[in-house]
């Protein structure tokens, strides 16, 4: 890939960014040793990114917002918080882009 920043991203880096977002989502939901408020938010960003009727940008947009609320959270454990910073990384990358 050259250095240069392309201005946004195309369908299939999109799609295959949100499937990431997905799998580590996922992986949250189903641990149980993460508190539920917290796969809960999680399990709501997997509906929200699952939903044919909104755009990637929206999508995006609004499962940031969820994490970052659930972020907030002081009994979040770590590696579900490294997790959350992962997804919204993915996700500011497909915000910015649209």
Excluded: C
């Amino acid at each position: 890939m050259s250095s240069r920043q392309t201005p946004g991203l195309s369908r299939d880096e999109t799609d295959e960014r949100i499937k990431q977002a997905l799998y580590y989502l996922t992986r949250v939901v189903q641990d149980m040793g993460i508190p539920r408020n917290i796969r809960r938010a999680a399990s709501e960003a997997v509906r929200v990114l699952m939903d044919p009727n909104m755009s990637p940008g929206l999508k995006a947009s609004t499962v940031i917002s969820i994490l970052d609320e659930a972020l907030a959270d002081p009994n979040m454990p770590l590696f579900s918080r490294v997790i959350f910073w992962q997804v919204i990384s993915l996700l500011e990358q497909i915000k910015d882009s649209v």
